[in-house]
């Protein structure tokens, strides 16, 4: 309980820090933001005339810069709390919290399946590869350095060229073919699996490299392990052998999935850009192009807490699962 | 000749990785001595593909891509050569300075990066390069530094708490050293191998932190980058005209780059660290 407690104050100190980065950067810019903003949006092609005086009065209102320092801060802890992230200057006058909500169901539809499918795939390639050894596994080895090692959005780039471009197998662009509206039907569905496949390959095969580089290690180090030798000399089969060699070996792996899980948002923002996916990623690719403060800041908030909250998920699942971990949190510090 | 420099030399991963970095270097200081021409003007029309004029095609706007290419190269390098020193340099101050002093400031320097830590880098950079005023080279690579340095402080400390109990620290203590002078003289040549290599992997994730900001839309201003490079590629959508001589050559360089500093960086953990030989 004592270690709960203590996991979750550095928690809620990590979560203070990242609202107060994300409360005082854009205020950090040099007079009136609000002023500085509405100009800045202006040259970026915004709205004129009445409608700018409109957006001006509203951002005032929402900054509350008449107010002292303190309360403002106050008032936008409060308006976090009710889940108001404030009006977007790009798509005034959307909700911030709606244009995310909108856009990340895209975002989770392609990392989600694609972080479970590379995991499991990576682990399984990382066993095996180990298992066989000689040049099977160095050249494996390699093949698995090389795509952990090549940054995703290269991958994404030569992924679209080669399949889109060189190759015409696949669209080149968007989340479903464009004119066509979101419904459900059989070639709706077909269609948007089609626009789905090389973002969703792009990000397979880099977890897969990253985790059968992991895995592979963990599982050399197995190999040498009495119950190897003893499976061995009672003539268990290659695959039984394998299998076990892989359940022993997957602990620390699971901590790799969770954390993947929870740079879930975070992790592939230009994945989308590079494929024009609609997503988390295109929104603040976007919202960065018009100066749109707070649809970025509401972005970076929500990748932030999805981080942190995985990271303490996982602390607690330690804790419980490992007595040692707790006794050294708790006790020697 | 010294044997670990002999040990190194004899790993072909050593020899191809600085073989390859020695080529990139050289390119990008060599490339822009011999030819003075400026990156930044227009030297034919669109997407040009590559001819006598311009060996490498132009670009959206009708830069001649060997020559943004040279000059993309360099900055990205200076970026990675400026973020890697800084991010080290606060990683070993704080680092060192926990694990030797031990208690309360240990905690309050651990607390701090493990905060640090947990909030995701790309925010922080995000946020921290929409608030700057103008973006130069040196404010990007500032910014990816004092963002970057936490796993080299945790990684340090470590180190620095198992050499603290060291009988030659003892002696220094007790001849009445300042902590100062002993973490100068008694602590860090005794990690120096491992400090490098902490900075070849903050070289590394420099790099390719400048090519992701700059492909959010986030670079360098009045520059040219290899993230630069990829920004206008997408943006003036040269994959879908397929035109590849705009982006393949700032994408493969990337991934090479990438690619030779984890070479470089695994064959020296090797070399420094025997027990991670397997025989």
Redesign the interface.
């Given at each position: 309980m004592r270690y709960a407690l203590n996991k979750a104050a550095?928690?809620t100190?990590?979560f203070l820090?990242?609202v107060v980065?994300?409360y005082f950067?854009?205020r950090?810019?040099?007079g009136n933001p609000v002023d500085t903003i509405v100009a800045r949006m202006a040259q970026g092609g915004g709205s004129e005339g009445e409608a700018r005086q409109q957006i001006y009065q509203t951002f005032l209102k929402e900054f509350g810069l008449d107010r002292p320092p303190l309360e403002q801060f106050l008032n936008y802890l409060g308006n976090l709390l009710r889940g108001d992230l404030g009006t977007s200057f790009g798509n005034y006058p959307a909700k911030v919290a709606d244009l995310i909500a909108a856009s990340l169901p895209w975002t989770v539809a392609l990392q989600l399946p694609a972080i479970l499918l590379g995991w499991i795939l990576g682990n399984w390639l990382g066993v095996l590869a180990a298992y066989r050894g000689g040049w099977v596994d160095r050249w494996a080895f390699l093949g698995f350095?090389?795509l952990s090692?090549?940054?995703y959005?290269?991958l994404a780039?030569?992924l679209?060229?080669l399949f889109?471009?060189?190759l015409p197998l696949f669209p080149?662009?968007g989340g479903y073919a464009p004119g066509t509206t979101p419904h459900l039907s059989l070639g709706f569905v077909l269609n948007v699996l089609h626009h789905y496949t090389l973002p969703f390959l792009s990000l397979v095969l880099v977890l897969i490299g990253g985790q059968a580089v992991g895995m592979r290690s963990m599982a050399?180090y197995e190999l040498s392990a009495d119950y190897v030798h003893y499976q061995r000399s009672l003539g268990v089969d290659d695959r039984r052998i394998v299998r076990s060699i892989f359940r022993n070996a997957m602990l620390p792996q699971i901590t790799g999935l969770a954390l993947a899980i929870g740079?879930l948002v975070?992790g592939a923002?230009?994945t989308e850009?590079?494929f024009s996916y609609p997503g988390i990623g295109s929104l603040?690719?976007t919202a960065?192009?018009q100066n749109d403060?707070p649809l970025?800041?509401g972005i970076?908030l929500l990748?932030?807490v999805a981080?942190?909250a995985a990271?303490f998920i996982i602390d607690l699942t330690y804790g419980l699962i490992d007595p040692r971990v707790r006794a050294a949190q708790v006790g020697e510090? | 000749m010294n044997p670990l420099l002999a040990q190194l030399l004899s790993k072909g991963r050593f020899r191809l990785s600085v073989g390859i970095l020695l080529l990139v270097v050289a390119f990008a200081v060599l490339g822009p001595m011999l030819d003075t021409r400026n990156p930044l003007f227009a030297v034919g029309g669109r997407y040009d593909p590559p001819s006598a004029n311009a060996i490498l095609g132009t670009d959206v706007i009708g830069n001649d891509v060997f020559l943004q290419l040279m000059h993309g190269l360099g900055t990205s390098l200076k970026i990675g050569l400026i973020a890697g020193l800084v991010a080290t340099a606060i990683g070993v101050l704080i680092g060192t300075l926990a694990g030797f002093l031990g208690g309360v400031v240990d905690e309050i320097l651990m607390g701090l990066t493990n905060v640090v830590i947990t909030i995701p880098t790309i925010v922080i950079l995000i946020l921290l390069s929409v608030a700057l005023e103008s973006r130069t080279l040196v404010s990007l690579a500032l910014i990816i530094g004092v963002t970057s340095w936490p796993w080299t402080a945790r990684a340090i400390r470590a180190q620095t708490a198992s050499l603290r109990v060291r009988e030659h620290v003892d002696v220094a203590r007790l001849s009445g050293a300042g902590t100062f002078s002993i973490i100068l003289w008694e602590i860090l040549p005794y990690m120096f191998s491992y400090i490098f290599m902490a900075f070849v992997l903050q070289l590394a994730s420099a790099i390719l932190s400048e090519a992701a900001l700059s492909l959010l839309g986030l670079g360098p201003d009045n520059t040219i980058s290899l993230g630069k490079m990829l920004q206008f590629a997408i943006q003036g959508e040269a994959i879908r005209t397929g035109a590849y001589w705009a982006f393949l050559p700032p994408t493969l360089l990337l991934t090479v780059i990438s690619f030779a500093l984890l070479l470089l960086q695994s064959s020296l953990d090797e070399v420094f660290n025997p027990r991670l030989r397997r025989a």
């Open positions: 550095w928690y100190m990590a820090a990242a980065l994300n950067l854009p950090l810019i040099p350095l090389a090692n090549i940054p959005y290269c780039i030569l679209l060229y889109s471009v060189a080149s662009f050399i740079s975070g923002l230009l850009v590079v603040l690719f960065i192009r403060y970025i800041q970076t990748v932030t981080v942190l990271n510090r | -």
